[in-house]
């Protein structure tokens, strides 16, 4: 996706900006409560014409009611103000936010697939009419124009669906920044546009941020990826429990500094407690020996009590079908997996579960949870006996259960588990199914991208559950494509090739 320059006039702004004109954001005060619950306390926020500025913090922080007021899906609480190029605007209003120039690129794109790019681009602003009559020939031009605006070099009669993630979200931002003389764009908010993206497509799109601010439109970057935030960002907020606690230029500042900020000393606690752990003497729990299937050619490892194993390796190497294949859930046509010295049989998931052996999935939304059931039947559902005497749940004992379980994960927003899961970040709804495992005290885990797509807050409650696990006796296996995660959790890594393993490093090895 080629990214061309853009120019003043296209998007309707002024060629030049004062120093000293009013931000193009500027936010005091704001706050908003649910109930008891408040999501959003007395926030102060301000961004510069032309500045890309990145709003950070945990699952349920504040960072999405926020971006909902600005959206108008959100009433304030009474006492706040928001000014956009210095003028208020009817916060809680989303004609008013468009008509102050706010444009909002979602992590939904709100695209709809079946139809082709023009239909989509069209379904916000209209079709250009005359006599009743759609001119399908000048909403072409029109769209043509729009997608140039954006680098996106995409047709506009492709539908959706055959897209690549990056360029479905340069149609979304193309439908943001669409040419209207009569509210021109001074805010684009970009809320984790690139949670769903792959590795090679990210720094395309961190290429369309640039290019908009480079016009002197206003950026507020989401995010929980943090190393965008040194890529793109001069100033960085943080938010936590619904407060405003650090708003800083991101010049000068480390990774570290910025996941101090977020979470304290956790994560660093997580990590060290892993190193403590010395687990050459106990025995091993699980053994994989000579285990082929379509995508794995003789894979074979151990893995010992009181031990966190990583797997490594890039796309194609076997790594991403390896656990799921030792759990039973892919086809293993010869071989042998051992728990406790015991065979484990292939494809009998019940008993392998039964046996005491775990495997969280990489794609939480179709292989690791029923997202439309609540987050408390998601939670219990691996095993309900603990909660069943003949003829019904006992549903004080499920409720007890569930909030013991969400109080040990941190998941949030609390009190809230009858709720579907779907309606859950995604942070917190990897918590929930990383619960479901915990609670039937397993011998094994087996955890595919455990925390891939979560804030450096779940990771870190997650990093701190693996830890426990781990010093309880179990064998932990994790399968990551994040070179820093294996580093900081893992006592060993396997570096898989060709459907195996060719090389083994212990942590002081691993970089």
Known sequence: MTTPSLHHADLDLPASHDACEAPALSVRSLSKSFGTNVA???FDIDIAAGEIHALIGENGSGKSTFIKILAGYHQPDPGGEVRVGGEPIAVGSSAAAYAAGCRFVHQ???????LPVLDNLCLGAG??????????????????????LVGGNIDPESLVNALTPAQRTAVAL????TVDKSAPVKLVIFDEPTATLPDNEVENLLALVRRVASNGVAVLYVTHRLDEIFQVASNVTVLRDGSKVAAVPVQGLSRRDVVHLLVGDELDEAEVNSRKLAADEYPVRLRVDQVE???LASLTFDARAHEIVGLAGITGSGRETALRTVFGDLERVSGRVELDGRPLQPHRIHRTVTAGVAYVPPDRKTLGAVVNLSAGENLLMADVRRTWRFPRMRRESERREVEEWCERFDVRPRGEMEKPLASFSGGNQQKVILAKWFRLKPAVILLDEPTQGVDVGAKAVIY???VEAAESGCAVVVSSSDVDELAALCHRVLIMRDGSVVQELHHSDVT
Not at 127 to 148: D, H, M, Q, W, Y
Request: hydrophobic share 40%.
């Open 40 to 42: 959003l306390n007395s």
């Open 108 to 114: 939904d794109l709100g695209l709809i697939g079946e």
């Open 127 to 148: 079709f250009p009419t005359r006599l009743g009559t759609i001119r399908r020939r000048v909403a072409r031009k029109n769209a043509l124009r729009s997608l140039e």
């Open 174 to 177: 193309a439908r943001s920044i």
């Open 293 to 295: 299937s379509a995508t």
């Open 464 to 466: 701190r559950q693996l």
